[in-house]
């Protein structure tokens, strides 16, 4: 149980176009999504929390209209990348908190990411 | 602020045994928890701890004691296939995950 499952697995977009990545929690109701971003040899940087139905809590320094996040359903949330550059090209992976797990322990359950290359 | 940290890089041999250390300093305390990430993979679940003390889980032990603040995750046996990043996160009181910057573990024939 607790699958996460993400759309594409990457992607290779030129620049000043638009992407969309999708997140989807397969088998339980994601009430929290989360979205991050990695640059290689680095650690995961949290971009934006999203709960269902409500507007995303992006961190200091992410620009909001840039990426645009919206969290629909108890299962998809979407992060659409606007007038990306190369700048943007990084790991991007999504993760969701619900169920069970945010009973016992809050454990976060990851998307498998998403690599965008953008030229 | 809230700090975590943990070594950048470590070497072990194959079969030998591995501590990895964690300290932090979060406003608040709700769990922590270790991932492993492979290069180019998303980091996956390894262990939860809430409570001071040792838990087991087959070749992989993670350990707590929130009054120093501090954890390890000891890796025994080691296999080649463990090489790879190990992240350190603790869950504030606000129910967020500070995350460490990891650490890169490589195994040595």
């Known amino acids: 149980g607790a699958v996460v499952s993400q759309h594409p697995s990457w992607v290779i977009c030129k620049s000043g176009t638009s992407v969309k990545i999708e997140c989807r929690s397969l088998d339980f109701q994601a009430t929290t999504m989360f979205w991050y971003r990695q640059f290689p040899k680095q650690s995961l940087m949290l971009m934006a929390t999203?709960?269902?139905?409500?507007?995303?809590?992006?961190e200091q320094g992410v620009e909001k209209d840039k990426f645009l996040i919206n969290h629909a359903s108890l299962t998809l949330s979407t992060l659409t990348v606007t007038s990306a550059h190369p700048e943007d090209s990084s790991f991007y992976i999504c993760?969701?908190?619900?169920?069970?797990?945010?009973?016992?322990?809050?454990?976060?359950?990851f998307g498998p990411g998403t690599r965008l290359t953008v030229t | 602020g809230q700090n975590i940290d943990q070594p950048t890089e470590m070497t072990a041999t194959e079969g030998a045994i591995v501590q990895i250390n964690c300290t932090y300093q979060?406003?608040?305390?709700?769990?922590l928890f270790w991932y492993q990430q492979h290069a180019g993979e998303a980091p996956t679940f390894l262990s939860y701890n809430v409570l001071d003390g040792l838990e087991e889980k087959g070749r992989f032990s993670s350990f707590l004691s929130r009054s120093k603040g501090y954890s390890y995750l000891l890796l025994k046996e080691l296999q080649m296939k463990d090489s790879a990043s190990y992240l350190c996160a603790v869950l504030d009181s606000n129910y967020q995950l500070i995350w460490g910057a990891g650490t890169k573990l490589i195994i040595k024939p």
């Open positions: 993760s969701a908190r619900g169920g069970l797990a945010e009973i016992f322990s809050y454990e976060q359950y």
């Open positions: 979060t406003s608040g305390f709700n769990g």
């Open positions: 999203s709960n269902e139905g409500s507007k995303a809590t992006y």
